[in-house]
């Protein structure tokens, strides 16, 4: 099940991930609604475990469909009877009785699993804080404390969707903590009572030298487990803050001095993704002291410029400012990154925490096989929720516990041997040419168009047909990625001709 997904997230492109989702409501032997969540967030193989033995629905007339708000109808029967029937019979194991392969740890402090929510309005206050620990987070960067008199504009998020309405790239304007510090550590206080086992990440931003040391301190007197350095908020009103210090390497070493004089617990350095490379800033910040890194913040944008005002988005009385972008749209980035400070000799044995555009557990996957240790979380839980925990921890776990791993540790830079800096490395001796799935081919025809218009014009049209001459194509496999219905897959190889 790994390689080979029978449902995805465009089959259920109507659904509306409900809050007490009626679907649910409706069915009185499990909940199809939980199930939906689960595909959406590319967790199938637990969703179809998950369910009754047999085909639940196989005598049932569907009130969940009937109770669905979606404009347009999901099919969650149809939906269910697929998990029942095709995904579930071809699941390799059992779903895991535990989730002790999830443990892991920052800088030697414990985590019940790898899933922090990042510094942000999604850990501001706390209740939210509470409502995540509850969920299942294993901890929090909590919003950035300052001494600063903090006034946010309104509004202060825009976003670029996809076709189904979803966020793909998210922007904001926002700042740091408007609560006091006072405030704050009252916060952390009564998180560290109530919630001893979860892990609070203490993110700072001080003025000058005293500042930062004076806010460390407090923070790790006041409970703190670990302190974030924010040296990257792309947002800040004043020069001199922010993403500003995450460029010069030299302010990166001075300020984490500063902070570690003022603790005894970790402190991770926050680094600006707004350089052409991240290990100059990193290295200085393990100069200063700093035992781990956090990468990436959002990256400097501008969205949605309208055509009629010429304002970009979020307009405040007819102005925009730039803000700092993130979610899915980002996650190429972000992995970029994170790979850079994992190959860094130099940054050996330091945690990197990453974050940006995690989605999926697939997504959190790919940021530990790169070489982060932990993974922080905010645009994926602003538009989804606190929930979506549920299928981070339990799609990386059953993944862990199929291929037989059994510590989530155990694969935090995995992928590191197969990422190179220059394509140097490539073998380009041999062409893997495309297959053609016909009994999936509608002849809608969008891979002969893109291979002509964008490709090597190796595809021929007939009788609403796709046919491949391989006389010509080089294998870029631009038909594969354009085809609407997977219906084309990586097939022979050929040594290219002289």
């Given at each position: ?8 997230r ?5 659904c509306?991930l409900?809050?007490d989702a009626?679907?649910?409501?409706a069915?009185?032997?499990f909940?199809?609604?939980e199930?939906?969540r689960?595909?959406w967030?590319d967790?199938?193989?637990v969703?179809?475990l998950?369910m ?5 629905c ?8 009937e109770?669905?708000?979606s404009?347009s109808r999901?099919p ?5 009877t ?7 019979p071809?699941?390799?194991?059992e ?9 892991c740890?920052?800088c ?5 699993n790898p899933?922090l ?13 509470s409502?995540a620990?509850?969920?299942g987070?294993a901890g ?13 504009a309104?509004?202060?998020f ?12 998210f922007?904001?304007i926002e ?15 009564e ?9 609070i990440?203490?993110?700072i ?7 930062w040391e004076?806010?460390?301190r ?18 800040m009103?004043e020069e001199g ?8 390497p ?5 300020y ?8 005894s617990i970790?402190?991770l350095a ?8 991240m ?9 200063g002291?700093?035992?781990?890194i956090?990468?990436i ?20 009385k007819g102005?925009?400012a730039?803000g700092?972008?993130?979610g899915?749209?980002?996650?190429p980035?972000a992995l ?6 994992g190959q ?5 044995g ?7 555009g ?13 070489g982060a240790?932990?993974i922080?979380?905010?645009t ?5 929720g ?17 291929m037989?791993?059994?510590s989530v540790k155990?694969?935090?830079?995995a ?16 062409v893997l ?8 081919c ?6 002969v168009?893109?291979c ?8 021929k049209?007939?009788d ?9 194509c080089?294998?870029?496999?631009l038909?594969l990625?354009v085809c609407p219905?997977?219906?084309i897959s990586?097939g022979?190889?050929?040594?290219k001709r002289?």
């Amino acid at each position: 099940m790994l390689l080979q997904k029978q449902i995805k997230r465009s089959d259920m492109i109507s659904c509306l991930l409900c809050k007490d989702a009626p679907c649910s409501r409706a069915c009185s032997r499990f909940e199809p609604g939980e199930a939906l969540r689960s595909i959406w967030f590319d967790n199938p193989d637990v969703a179809a475990l998950r369910m009754p033995e047999g085909d639940p629905c196989l005598h049932c007339d569907a009130p969940c469909e009937e109770a669905c708000v979606s404009c347009s109808r999901v099919p969650v029967k149809g939906l269910m009877t697929e998990l029942s029937c095709a995904v579930r019979p071809k699941a390799e194991i059992e779903l895991p009785k535990d989730e002790e392969r999830l443990k892991c740890d920052i800088c030697g402090v414990p985590l019940e699993n790898p899933f922090l929510l990042s510094s942000s309005v999604v850990a501001s206050t706390y209740d939210m804080c509470s409502r995540a620990f509850e969920a299942g987070w294993a901890g929090a960067s909590f919003k950035t404390i300052c001494s600063f008199d903090i006034h946010e504009a309104s509004p202060r998020f825009s976003a670029i969707t996809g076709d189904n309405g979803s966020i793909i790239g998210f922007k904001n304007i926002e700042q740091l903590s408007d609560h006091s510090v006072a405030e704050n550590m009252h916060i952390f206080r009564e998180l560290k009572k109530n919630y001893p086992n979860k892990f609070i990440l203490a993110s700072i931003m001080g003025q000058d030298e005293e500042e930062w040391e004076s806010l460390a301190r407090l923070c790790e007197e006041n409970g703190a487990d670990a302190i974030e350095l924010n040296f990257s908020c792309p947002n800040m009103q004043e020069e001199g803050l922010g993403s500003d210090i995450g460029q010069i390497p030299e302010l990166v070493e001075k300020y984490t001095r500063a902070a570690k004089q003022g603790t005894s617990i970790p402190v991770l350095a926050k680094l600006t993704p707004n350089v052409a490379v991240m290990s100059p800033a990193a290295e200085a910040a393990l100069r200063g002291g700093a035992d781990g890194i956090s990468a990436i913040n959002t990256i400097k944008s501008i969205i949605g410029v309208n055509p009629l005002t010429l304002v970009s988005a979020p307009a405040v009385k007819g102005r925009s400012a730039i803000g700092g972008y993130s979610g899915n749209a980002v996650k190429p980035i972000a992995l970029r990154f994170v790979s850079e400070l994992g190959q860094n000799p130099k940054l050996d044995g330091m945690h990197i925490s990453g974050m940006g555009g995690v989605e999926t557990w697939r997504d959190s996957l790919e940021f530990l096989l790169m070489g982060a240790g932990s993974i922080q979380v905010t645009t994926a839980v602003m538009q989804y929720g606190y929930r979506i925990i549920d299928d981070l921890k339990s799609g990386l776990n059953y993944y862990l516990a199929q291929m037989g791993i059994h510590s989530v540790k155990d694969i935090i830079g995995a992928g590191l041997d197969f990422v190179s800096d220059t394509t140097d490395v490539l073998e380009r001796d041999t062409v893997l040419f495309p297959k053609f799935d016909l009994d999936k081919c509608v002849g809608c025809g969008r891979c002969v168009i893109s291979c002509n218009d964008g490709g090597h014009q190796a595809i021929k049209f007939e009788d609403r047909r796709p046919k491949l001459d391989g006389s010509i194509c080089v294998g870029c496999h631009l038909c594969l990625l354009v085809c609407p219905r997977g219906a084309i897959s990586p097939g022979k190889k050929r040594i290219k001709r002289s």
